[in-house]
């Protein structure tokens, strides 16, 4: 249950001192007297010692609200509204979802106000030199990259791409961060589409399209493009694990216009899924990311990759079309989306061997892209994590930390 401050901030002219705390206890939050104010439990401390401090008692909200505006003292707690994770009064205990979710935001339009200030070109340039940046300061991403060109090429250019990697991956954050901002539809209107007729001709079945994409390039703002060119182009997109980054994430995708639903709840979003198809709408899937479990194994770079079965079933149960799409950096800055034929395939009347022939067709278009434009994929993804066999270390590379090294060594110390 999301549980709302009661008190609003007490901050009188000419303030001096600031007690700021986090957010009242729960008997606070959940009955709420007249006389109640801020640190009211009763096993708080925090009146007492002011009533010691200035030699008088204090009971009522107004008689403390007197003491602190003489004093010049305001008082106010940093967290709005949020939900405990158990029934306990510590923060360590609580999810603090919309006070760090403007936090987040607070970041995001201040780097907004930043990228629009400097404009695109520059935006761009610092995107790449923040690439660099990650490139030679942060090895473990780095090693993440290098390890998973070596098992699609096993050739001696991953010093190359990887950094190149990096530089695009930044200059596409620093992008979707501009695009948020008040230039935002003049930088839109300048990405061209290629095989627009593609998707025009799937629309014509009347039974809705599934577009299929990958992380190449800032394929963030397909959907916006298409929509605003007048698609009913909704992409579904994944919420982060908190809530507070989930608020934040679907504030950014309103900033951008991108047209949306989340994967979770699973049974919402199909429900949704289908009533976009139904209405001869496109959905779009990001479809090369690795699948722990329920994936269908397909060759990707002559190795096996655990993939989301999500677009192939939606297909062969609605008959919807299903085209490839994908966004590309040009080597002058602009962009292209370039939609492809759609993936042909003929019902066998076994509807798992039609799942697995579907998947693997999309599949081998998106290898053939990221072969083609290998420094604009996403390399940190462990896509051949996932073995037929189980998990495969191969294809992960472990995070070494400093402090589990620490902690294991302070153990050791104490071992007979």
Request: contains cysteine; charged residues 25%.
């Amino acid at each position: 249950m999301i549980e709302k401050h009661p008190f609003k901030p007490f901050i009188p002219e000419n303030c001096k001192v600031l007690v700021l705390g986090s957010f009242p206890g729960k008997e606070s939050t959940q009955e709420i007297r007249d006389d109640d104010w801020f640190y009211g439990a009763n096993r708080n401390q925090f009146w007492k010692i002011i009533e010691r401090i200035y030699g008088i008692n204090l009971q009522t909200r107004k008689e403390k609200q007197a003491v602190f505006l003489i004093a010049k003292v305001g008082i106010t707690d940093i967290i709005t509204s949020c939900e405990r994770k158990e029934n306990s009064n510590s923060d360590s205990n609580a999810i603090f979802d919309k006070t760090v979710a403007l936090v987040y935001l607070s970041g995001i339009y201040m780097m907004i106000f930043i990228t629009n200030l400097i404009g695109l070109k520059n935006t761009l340039n610092l995107g790449k030199f923040t690439g660099n940046i990650l490139y030679y300061f942060f090895r473990h991403t780095r090693s993440k990259i290098l390890n998973n060109l070596v098992l699609a090429y096993n050739n001696n250019l991953q010093d190359v791409i990887s950094k190149n990697v990096l530089q695009n991956l930044s200059k596409k954050w620093s992008e979707l961060i501009f695009c948020a901002g008040p230039f935002k539809k003049r930088s839109w209107k300048e990405i061209s589409v290629e095989g627009i007729e593609n998707l025009d001709t799937a629309l014509n079945s009347g039974k809705g399209v599934i577009a299929v994409s990958a992380h190449i390039g800032n394929y963030a703002l397909i959907g916006t493009k298409l929509s605003m060119l007048g698609y009913n182009f909704v992409t579904v997109v994944r919420d982060l694990k908190t809530k507070a980054g989930s608020m934040a994430y679907r504030k950014s995708r309103r900033l951008i216009e991108l047209p949306s639903i989340p994967t979770y709840p699973e049974k919402q979003f199909y429900k949704n899924a289908l009533k976009i198809l139904r209405r001869n709408g496109a959905l779009c899937l990001i479809s090369d990311e690795n699948k722990r479990h329920g994936g269908i194994f397909v060759d990707f770079f002559g190795r096996k990759a655990s993939t989301a079965p999500g677009p192939a079933g939606l297909a062969a149960r609605t008959g919807s079309k299903i085209i490839p799409i994908f966004m590309i950096r040009n080597s002058d800055e602009s962009q292209k989306i370039i939609i492809e034929k759609e993936i042909s395939w003929e019902k066998t009347g076994d509807s798992e061997k039609d799942i697995i022939n579907i998947t693997a067709g999309f599949t081998a278009v998106i290898e053939n892209y990221v072969r083609k434009y290998p420094d604009q994929w996403l390399w940190t993804n462990f896509r051949w994590r996932t073995q037929p066999e189980g998990q495969s270390d191969e294809a992960k590379i472990r995070k070494k930390s400093l402090f589990k090294k620490i902690k294991r060594g302070i153990k050791s110390l104490f071992k007979p």
